[in-house]
C-alpha cells in the first residue's frame, strides 16, 4: 500500500461505522482508533514501552508546547520527536491551534496569522500558517495539522463564521507550504454548532483536498447531543475514502456514538487526567479509588478488563498508591485508562467487521457503568 492509503475493510450495515487502514512511514493504523495524548512528547507517567504493552497505535503531540520548551531546533536535532521520545510508532502533531485560542487574553489574531504570549516566558510569538507548517515538519511527526482558528462556545454565529473562512484560508496556505511528502496534512472542520457553517467548513477543505479531515470545535463546552447533532452531517459530506478525525473526545459512549457516525480516530486527556486524579474506568462506571470502600478490596480493578494492571494490582493496593500519591499509582491507573478505551475502539472494529456493529453498542449501553460516562 501507498504512504496514506485509506483502505476500508468493512461497514456496517444499519449505521456509517467502519473499519479501515491508514498507511503512515511509520506504520499501518487500523481504525477505529484511540490515540493517547502526549502534549510535551510524552504521555503522562507512561514510557513508549508501557503504550505498546496496552496496545496504543498513535501518539499525540502539540506543536504549541514544543515550540515553547524544548524548542523546535533541539527536537530537530535530535532526529525528530520519534527518535526524541522513544516512540518508533506513527505520532500525530496538533498545530496548537486550540491551545493559542484557549488564551484568549493574549491573543491577537488576524488573515495573516495571530500572535499570542508565551505560557513559559511572557515572550511575544507570531505565526503564519506557513511557520506553523515549518515548525510541524521540523518536529517530523507522520500527521501534522492545519493551523485553524477554534471558536468557543458559545460564539455569535457571525464570529464562527468569521473562524470558518480564517480557517478555510488558512488551510490552503498550510498546504501550499508543506514540502515533506512523507507527512500527511489533515485539514480541520470549524462551525460550532452551527450545521450550514459545518458544511461550509468542509466543502471548502474538500476543494483544497486532504488526505484526512479533522473535526475540530467540539468539546468546548457544548451539550452533548447538540455535539452529535451538528457533527452527523459532516461526517455524511467528508470523503468514504478518507479519514475522520473527532478531535478531542474521549468519553467511551461519545466514541461509540460517534464510530456509528463514521468517525475514524479519537484523542482525549480524559483517560490520563482522571487517572492521575484516583479515577479508573471500568465496566461498572467510574471508580474513585480515594474511597475507603476500597481499603480491603483484594479483586482485580475491573474483573472484565484484559489490561496488565487488572492482572496484577489489586483494587486494595491501587487505593494505597493514590491514597499515598504514590507515582505508580497515577501510572497504573493511566496505562489502565488508556487499555479501556483503546480497547474499546479495537473491539468497535471486531464487531464492525463481524457485522455487528448495532449488537455491540447496545450491549454496551446496557451495561451497568455505560450512564457514568
Not at 140 to 149: H, R, S, V, Y
Not at 248 to 260: D, K
Not at 294 to 309: I, M, N, T, W
Amino acid at each position: 500500500m501507498a504512504l496514506f492509503d485509506f483502505r476500508v475493510a468493512a461497514t456496517d450495515a444499519t449505521t456509517a461505522a467502519r473499519a479501515a487502514t491508514f498507511e503512515t512511514a511509520h506504520g499501518t493504523v487500523c481504525t477505529p482508533v484511540f490515540m493517547p495524548v502526549g502534549t510535551r512528547a510524552t504521555v503522562k507517567g507512561l514510557s513508549p514501552d508501557q503504550l505498546r504493552e496496552v496496545g496504543a497505535q498513535v501518539v499525540l503531540a502539540n506543536a504549541y508546547h514544543l515550540f515553547l520548551r524544548p524548542g523546535t531546533d533541539v527536537i530537530r536535532d535530535a532526529g525528530g520527536l520519534h527518535a526524541f521520545m522513544g516512540w518508533p510508532g506513527p505520532i500525530l502533531t496538533d498545530s496548537g491551534g486550540f491551545q493559542i485560542f484557549s488564551l484568549a487574553d493574549t491573543v491577537k489574531v488576524s488573515d495573516e496569522g495571530v500572535g499570542f504570549k508565551s505560557i513559559v516566558d511572557g515572550a511575544r510569538h507570531f505565526w503564519t500558517p506557513e511557520e506553523n507548517v515549518a515548525i510541524q515538519e521540523a518536529l517530523g511527526a507522520d500527521i501534522i495539522m492545519q493551523l485553524d482558528q477554534c471558536p468557543p462556545y458559545p460564539s455569535d454565529k457571525a464570529d464562527v463564521a468569521t473562524a470558518v473562512r480564517r480557517s478555510a484560508e488558512w488551510a490552503a496556505r498550510c498546504k501550499a507550504a508543506l514540502t515533506r511528502e512523507d507527512q500527511a496534512l489533515f485539514g480541520i472542520v470549524q462551525g460550532g454548532v452551527f450545521e450550514d457553517l459545518r458544511a461550509e467548513s468542509a466543502a471548502r477543505l474538500m476543494e483544497i483536498d486532504f488526505p484526512g479531515y479533522g473535526i475540530g470545535g467540539f468539546s468546548v463546552g457544548e451539550p452533548h447531543e447538540l455535539m452529535l447533532e451538528s457533527l452527523a452531517p459532516v461526517t455524511e459530506v467528508l470523503p468514504a475514502d478518507q479519514p475522520r478525525y473527532l478531535m478531542g473526545v474521549g468519553n467511551p459512549t461519545t466514541m461509540l456514538e460517534a464510530i456509528a457516525l463514521g468517525v475514524d480516530m479519537f484523542d482525549c486527556v480524559l483517560p490520563t487526567r482522571t487517572a492521575r486524579m484516583g479515577t479508573a474506568f471500568s465496566s461498572q462506571g467510574r471508580m474513585n479509588l480515594r474511597n475507603a470502600q476500597y481499603a480491603r478490596d483484594f479483586g482485580p480493578l475491573d474483573p472484565g478488563c484484559s489490561c496488565p494492571v487488572c492482572a496484577t494490582y489489586t483494587r486494595a493496593y491501587l487505593r494505597h498508591l493514590v491514597s499515598t500519591k504514590e507515582m505508580l499509582g497515577a501510572t497504573l491507573l493511566s496505562m489502565h485508562n488508556l487499555h479501556v478505551l483503546i480497547d474499546l475502539a479495537r473491539r468497535a472494529r471486531e464487531a464492525i467487521c463481524a457485522g455487528s456493529y448495532g449488537a455491540f453498542v447496545a450491549e454496551w449501553r446496557s451495561g451497568p457503568g455505560a450512564d457514568d460516562y
